[in-house]
Structure formats: C-alpha cells, structure tokens
C-alpha cells in the first residue's frame, strides 16, 4: 500500500484526501505468484481478479469545507446563494481513471456541522427583537463527485442541513442544496 495524500482548494472549497485502503494489486508474471495458467496470461482463472470496481481503487478519507450553497427557492421558482458554511470529514471511493496522468474520481460521503444564517426572508421566527439575523448550528450530509486532473479539481456536491434549535422553522430544514468548486492544488 503506498499512501497518497491530496489537498488543494476547489472553488473555496478545501479538500484534504488521504488514501488509505489500496484497493488494487500487482500484475502477475508466469513463474512469480503460482497463479498464471498459461504464457500471456498475467492474471490466472477469473476468480483470482479484484472486482472490477475495485481495480485501481481505494478508499479515501479527510476533510472537506463547503463556503456556499444553492437552493431553491419555493416562492419565487428561482435559485438562491446562501453562505452556510459546512465543515465535515467524508469517507469516499477513489478510482484512478487514467494510467498515464494523475486522473482520479472520488465519491464522497460526507457529514459535518454547517452554520445556518437566519433571517426574515427564510425563517418564520420573529428576528427582528434578536437584531434582525442570526446564526444557529446544524447538521449536514452531502456526497457528490469529485474529478481530481493533476493539479486541477472540479466538483460537484448535493445534500441536506438540519437546522439545530429551530428545526422546522427555517424554510431549508432538511431541503436539497448542491454546490459546485473548481480548483489547483498548490502543495502535493
């Protein structure tokens, strides 16, 4: 197993990925394993091969931080941009999608606690005798996808926040949100 250790920022977005279940396995040569049934043949029987989605696979684990998110917003049928910041860890299936470039795919899972900003215009709770806004804790789960080309990142995640003391008074509790990055690794 060779560790492989990725961070960088995705539209500010930071992720910070570490590999650490390798997940593939070295090629076989007649004469070195016991496997090899035959000259040309670098892997034996069928049965002796890795699942197909696990073939230059792993698992993959870090941190990752949302800045924004878009959601939609019910009474006018149009989209909003809100600024609830999510920190969390994730756990994902990384899959090299190249063999000559440094090309990856990751599916994340993720969980985090989110800041939720309130204010008249999303929540049905008098603000205005708190001073107008404020900010309460949430939950949040997301997952999506993640295109990792050398030093460049695109991604694209989808998820859900659940507001912690006001629940069902926001209007976003437990509604989809997606959000969008694209960055350059400056350290690896």
Same mark, same amino acid.
């Given at each position: 197993?060779?560790?492989?250790?990725?961070?960088?920022?995705?539209?500010?977005?930071?992720?910070?990925?570490?590999?650490?279940?390798?997940?593939?396995?070295?090629?076989?040569?007649?004469?070195?394993?016991?496997?090899?049934?035959?000259?040309?043949?670098?892997?034996?029987?069928?049965?002796?091969?890795?699942?197909?989605?696990?073939?230059?696979?792993?698992?993959?684990?870090?941190?990752?931080?949302?800045?924004?998110?878009?959601?939609?917003?019910?009474?006018?049928?149009?989209?909003?941009?809100?600024?609830?910041?999510?920190?969390?860890?994730?756990?994902?299936?990384?899959?090299?999608?190249?063999?000559?470039?440094?090309?990856?795919?990751? +599916? %994340?899972?993720?969980?985090?606690? #989110?800041?939720?900003? *309130?204010?008249?215009?999303?929540? !049905? @709770?008098? $603000? /205005?005798?708190?001073?107008?806004?404020?900010? +309460? %804790?949430?939950?949040?789960?997301? #997952?999506?996808?993640? *295109?990792?080309?050398?030093?460049? !990142? @695109?991604? $694209? /995640?989808?998820?859900?926040?659940?507001?912690?003391?006001?629940?069902?008074?926001?209007?976003?509790?437990?509604?989809?949100?997606?959000?969008?990055?694209?960055?350059?690794?400056?350290?690896?």
């Amino acid at each position: 197993m060779k560790p492989f250790f990725f961070s960088g920022t995705t539209g500010c977005a930071f992720f910070l990925t570490l590999h650490f279940l390798a997940a593939q396995e070295a090629e076989c040569t007649i004469g070195t394993c016991g496997r090899c049934n035959a000259p040309g043949d670098s892997m034996g029987d069928k049965s002796d091969r890795p699942f197909f989605l696990w073939r230059n696979a792993s698992v993959s684990g870090g941190q990752i931080t949302l800045p924004f998110k878009i959601r939609r917003s019910p009474q006018h049928n149009t989209f909003r941009l809100t600024t609830d910041v999510t920190l969390g860890g994730f756990i994902g299936y990384t899959r090299r999608i190249s063999q000559k470039h440094d090309y990856f795919l990751t +599916v %994340p899972l993720t969980a985090g606690l #989110t800041f939720i900003n *309130l204010s008249e215009s999303n929540t !049905s @709770l008098d $603000l /205005m005798a708190a001073g107008g806004e404020d900010l +309460v %804790p949430g939950l949040t789960w997301s #997952t999506g996808l993640v *295109l990792q080309l050398d030093r460049y !990142s @695109l991604g $694209l /995640m989808f998820g859900k926040d659940y507001a912690g003391s006001v629940g069902d008074q926001w209007e976003y509790h437990g509604k989809m949100w997606w959000s969008f990055g694209v960055g350059f690794v400056f350290l690896q």
